[in-house]
């Protein structure tokens, strides 16, 4: 019955009565009984999960932080048909939440590089270094060497786990990258990018790492092809368009090298997605899970909502937000596919953006309309939705743009910003961590964003921490999940 009446109470939200605003919000019961239930719920996190994770899952948003978690929120909820505010995200709903703090080592304010080499490798690194240390300068090849780290994946795959990598960027880019590759300069894709030097003295291209550094990825579904194949190869999808040609100088054809020495130790199936037009991240999540849980050991997968950071740096929020709703989606079917006792999920951010939305809007405020009023000094109305820099900065005859003379609903719209920059550039706060699963109240507080993997290693008894998974007498210390009451209480969960 308890859950009966959360349901309903959640459900009444959509009684709205000509305030503006839920009518039952006006009584205080409404509240009350709300927060008593919500503290019920958390009086259950006293029972803390102690399972041994079988499966570990990470979803980075990249460059999502607070401010676009919550106005994706809003969003989520104003495209069912709500105000927006009251909706809760699938990161929402994970009983831990921590901080992270997101520097680089030579960087107050960090790049995705640095980043994904904390969250990734577990420990902090340069800007624009991808699995490899502090000690390691970018751009610098003579300083790889000796100076590689491994990550989290390289420790799952090790442990006998399957591996993959889902994202919406490129799979040479900076956050898959240093799941597999050492890189002084992330910017690496191909030999085409390298100065010669570096070549020479044999450092070698990510696309490269990609596939000579692990053995054996399971799954990996991404962008950046043309980083793997011979220079000016037409692109299969793509072959008049001269952008998307390959790059390699060296001539390799990389995707026909990796066929050709499987081709005796895997039969390659039909694709499992729809080809007609590019996969969404939730259909990927959802081919990269039934492929990686058939093995018996378990899994690792890193999904990156990459886009995000893409529509942020155009100055683009409404691309971004709905990257980030897309996120929450692909989040929710991971959340169905798997369950909470043996499965360790992490939501978090590399870093977040000079993004922010204000203005003292009404509640329910479409999240990309107007503030209920004008500016005091030039008399001109503004979004909510605006940045610190960027490129949408922009003077009219000497004066800020009157955001009424345009569509500011627009898809391509880029929001106003104080600063001119092409590129708007990425903010230097922490960044919230959402977890659930076996371990997860070891993510709490305020911690180095470095912790992350370490963390999900212990969880799952793999890398260089596991004198815990064993007790004295050599047995499982760490109990794996009953898989029939995990289904049960799953199911049950689902239905209530």
């Known amino acids: 019955m308890k ?3 959360l349901i309903i109470v959640f ?3 959509l009684i709205v009565g000509s305030s503006g605003f839920p009518e039952q919000e006006k009584d205080p019961m409404f509240w009350n009984r709300w927060a008593q239930q919500t503290l019920k719920n958390a009086l259950t996190l006293q029972t803390l999960n102690t399972n041994k994770a079988k499966n570990l899952i990470l979803f980075l948003g990249d460059g999502m932080g607070v401010p676009t978690v919550t106005a994706a929120r809003i969003l989520k909820g104003q495209l069912n048909g709500q105000s927006g505010e009251e909706t809760r995200l699938e990161m929402d709903k994970f009983p831990f939440v921590s901080l992270a703090k997101t520097y680089n080592t030579n960087a107050q304010v960090p790049d995705s590089a640095g980043t994904a080499t904390a969250y990734l490798c577990g420990v902090k690194a340069n800007e624009g270094t991808v699995g490899v240390s502090a000690a390691a300068v970018r751009s610098q090849c003579n300083t790889t060497k000796g100076n590689e780290v491994t990550s989290i994946l390289r420790w799952a795959k090790d442990s006998g786990k399957s591996v993959g ?20 300069d992330r910017d690496w894709y191909s030999d085409n990018e390298m100065p010669p030097e570096a070549l020479q003295a044999g450092c070698k291209d990510i696309a490269r790492q990609l596939f000579e550094n692990i053995p054996d990825i399971d799954v990996i579904m991404g962008g950046g092809r043309k980083f793997m194949f011979p220079k000016n190869q037409s692109d299969v999808e793509y072959p008049d368009v001269l952008k998307h040609s390959g790059t390699r100088k060296d001539e390799r054809n990389l995707v026909q090298e990796w066929k050709d020495k499987m081709k005796d130790k895997v039969r390659f199936p039909p694709f499992l997605l729809n080809t007609d037009t590019d996969p969404s991240l939730t259909e990927m999540v959802d081919v990269a899970i039934k492929i990686l849980r058939k093995n018996p050991s378990g899994f690792y997968l890193l999904v990156e909502g990459g886009r995000i ?3 942020h740096h155009e100055g683009k929020a409404k691309q971004a937000l709905h990257e980030a709703v897309e996120m929450d989606r692909a989040i929710g079917r991971a959340g169905l596919m798997t369950s909470i006792h043996d499965t360790l999920t992490i939501v978090t951010a590399d870093h977040s953006h000079v993004f922010s939305f204000g203005g003292y809007t009404a509640r329910g405020n479409t999240i990309f309309g107007l503030a209920p009023m004008v500016s005091d000094v030039d008399q001109k109305p503004f979004t909510s939705i605006l940045y610190g820099n960027g490129p949408g900065y922009k003077l009219v005859t000497g004066a800020r743009e009157n955001v009424s003379t345009i569509d500011y609903q627009d898809n391509n719209y880029q929001a106003q910003a104080a600063v001119p920059l092409s590129m708007e550039t990425h903010g230097g706060e922490d960044v919230a961590v959402f977890a659930k699963g076996p371990l997860a109240h070891l993510l709490h507080g305020v911690h180095e964003q470095n912790y992350i993997p370490h963390v999900m290693a212990y969880a799952a008894c793999i890398g260089q921490n596991r004198d815990h998974c064993l007790s004295r007498d050599g047995a499982a210390a760490l109990k794996p999940a009953l898989s029939v009451m995990a289904a049960i209480l799953t199911v049950t969960r689902l239905l209530c």
């Not at 990598?165 to 002084?184: D, K």
């Open 3 to 5: 859950r009966t009446t």
């Open 11 to 13: 459900c009444s939200f």
């Open 165 to 184: 990598i889902v994202t919406t960027t490129r799979v040479n880019h900076a956050t898959p990258s240093a799941a597999y590759a050492h890189s002084v």
């Open 309 to 311: 950071d893409h529509g």
